[in-house]
Structure formats: C-alpha cells, structure tokens
C-alpha cells in the first residue's frame, strides 16, 4: 500500500513564476491536507480538502494561493508569481473520511515539496 | 501564545533514555500525536493516545498523558542515534474542527 506521494520533491522557481505542487493521498483516503513548513518552523495548516470540495482554507494566503482536488488525479497546490518568502517545504497528509471503520482522523504525510524561490 | 508548546532542543546520550514533553491548551483535545521528521523528509506518524487514555506503551515508545494539567510526553527507551529527528507533537478534536495544531518541534540529538 503505497504512502502519500509528493511531486516533485524540489522544485526550483525564479521570481514571478508560478509553482505547481502534486499529492496523490493514500489508497482508500478521500480527505488530503496542505501544511507549509517554514525553516525552523513547526507546521502551519493551509488547506483541507476532499474530492472535488474545499472545506477548510483558513491557512491560506488570500492572494496567489490555490488549491484544488478534482475528481480524478492528485490535489494540486497552485502558488502564481512567486516570491522568495514563499520558499518552503510544503507537506501534503492524507486521511480516511470521518466516521469510516477505524477511522482516527490520523493524518499520514507525504515526504515534502521543497519549493526554492530565486 | 501557541496552542502546542515544545522545547525546542534536547540532547541525550546514546543508550540514555530521552523524554520530549509537550502542553496544549485546548481542553477539548480529542487525540494527540507523535510524530518524527528526520532531515529532509516528512513526518512519520510514531504514534498517537486518545484523550481518554493515560499511557500507551509501543516498543521503547511510552506516551504519557496528564489531562487535568494539558501535558504529553514521549519517552524513548535506549536512545539510539537513528533516533536523531525532530518531534512534533499535535493535537485535534474530532467533535470540531480536526485540523491538527503542530507544535514547533523538539530536535533531538543523540551523540555517542
């Protein structure tokens, strides 16, 4: 049973660009998560969503931030026109929908995006 | 303040035990976790004790859970150096919002 899958791992972007980041959740998880880690930073929570719904987007900066989780592929975090304080590792979990056989709402992470703004 | 608080730094000695201790604030905290993040790599879920529950042993891992005081610890027994990482500890609520809130992170280090 494969784990969360992040791609790319590192990802390299000059000013004004834009960053696309990939997570594919875990077999059988339909809800994933968005988390950015700043150097020396604990994790802060961006985004939550399921399939083809957003329902948490309290972390998330009010411009240039997107994210999505259609109905078929991986969730996408979308950054436009880059900046250096954007660079970051961002760390996707995935987790069983609430109130499945077992569920703990645990959330299992994915190895990263390391995103670097030149 | 933050919601989940963490030294930021512990060293022991190989073979030593070592004991990361955390606090939170939300009362209504349903589950709290451990997890480890080793250099350049995600979190790995270590593991987790529902708030109902005061000790959960796995392996050299011993959770302690005080309630009343809003206190977690995680001890390692026969601390190895691949036990060199960062902790997190996190809580959540399943009755509300179950985003987990993180805390900043302890880094251990294991030296000979």
Redesign the interface.
Known sequence: NAGVMQNPRHLVRRRGQEARLRCSPMKGHSHVYWYRQLPEEGLKFMVYLQKENIIDESGMPKERFSAEFPKEGPSILRIQQVVRGDSAAYFCASSRPRGAMGSTDTQYFGPGTRLTVL | GEDVEQSLFLSVREGDSSVINCTYTDSSST?L?W?KQEP??????LT?IFSNMDMKQDQRLTVLLNKKDKHLSLRIADTQTGDSAIY?CAE?F?GG?????????TSLIVHP
């Open positions: 589950y976790y997890y350049g790599a995600g979190l790995q879920l987790y997190f959540s399943s919002s179950y985003i987990p809130t993180f805390g900043r992170g």
